[in-house]
């Protein structure tokens, strides 16, 4: 495991608003959180959606979800626990497992489905929107699967341990970069009483999602199962939080597209037209 020495911040970012995610369910009956609904895209540009789905119950996740289309964005889901096995339109196939990632660029069209491959146990983990910009919405859709020990992981002098999911954080690259929406996607272990710092550029939108335990960053505590939109202060150049008790939680920022979002269910566009023009390639078939 790498070692990392923690960025010193000249000021952190605060908590502008702490966020209860909504009780749901999607596919085929699959129980889920959603975290960041569509009231929240325009001010957590470039993200679009963020599930958190945790349950040791199969009826909340067995049905998984059967084939369905995407076009216009990427989805990056991040199994903490569970077996889900993935399959896709042109002949793709994978599975993702305790503490592993898939990350899709949906582009054009792809039809896929994800499938639990447990009747029992713990499935739990996050699915993460991430809009395109405009000029690449309409290319070729990829994936690629990162199986947990191919995610870079560092630990600190005071025991925060932190998976590097995408971009870069405290000197150590992630599984992935991606250019124009920058996105930074942390898993974080922060023992109770220690205390963890992260640069996050200024240009990006930003929010925690804690899952275990509670946090303090300046004034506010986050709670587990809440979202913490950080604010984009000006001067702030990242986050320092401190562990109430032992605590988990994702970090995530992106720099903000600044166009259009029109999303119709598995479609997010920039126009309505364009919207109009999935839903007919789809229903004709036009998705690879
Ligand atoms: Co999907």
């Known amino acids: 495991m790498n070692t990392a020495t923690q960025a010193t911040l000249h000021q952190s970012r605060s908590i502008e608003r702490i966020v209860q995610g909504i009780a749901t369910s999607d596919g085929a009956g699959v129980s889920l959180t959603r975290v960041l609904t569509g009231k929240l895209q325009r001010r957590l540009d470039p993200f679009l959606m963020l599930d958190a789905f945790g349950s040791d119950d199969p009826d909340d996740y067995i049905a998984g979800f059967p084939d369905h289309p995407h076009r216009g964005f990427e989805t990056i889901t991040y199994m903490l626990h569970g077996r889900m096995r993935h399959r896709d339109s042109a002949g793709h196939e994978g599975l993702l497992q305790n503490g592993g990632m898939q990350w899709m660029v949906a582009g054009r069209g792809a039809i896929h489905s994800e499938i639990p491959e447990q009747e029992e146990g713990v499935m739990e983990g996050f699915q993460l929107w991430l809009n395109l910009p405009a000029q690449t919405k309409m290319a070729e859709p990829w994936y690629r699967d990162f199986p947990s020990e191919t995610i870079p ?136």
């Open 153 to 288: 992981q560092y630990v600190t002098q005071n025991g925060v341990t932190v998976r590097v999911i995408a971009g870069s954080s405290n000197g150590v690259a992630g599984a992935m970069t991606r250019e124009i929406t920058e996105p930074l996607y942390l898993d974080i272990h922060v023992p109770a009483g220690a205390e963890f710092s992260s640069a996050i550029p200024q240009t990006h939108n930003a929010f925690i999602y804690v899952y275990r335990g509670a946090v303090q960053v300046g004034d506010t505590r986050v709670e587990a199962q809440r979202m913490g939109i950080l604010s984009n202060t000006e001067g702030a150049d990242g986050i320092t939080l401190t562990a109430t008790e032992d605590a988990r939680l994702i970090l995530i920022a992106g720099k903000p597209l600044n166009e259009p979002i029109v999303q119709y269910g598995p479609f997010v566009m920039n126009t309505q037209q364009e919207i109009s023009q999935a839903l007919d390639d789809f229903r004709s078939g036009r998705f690879a």
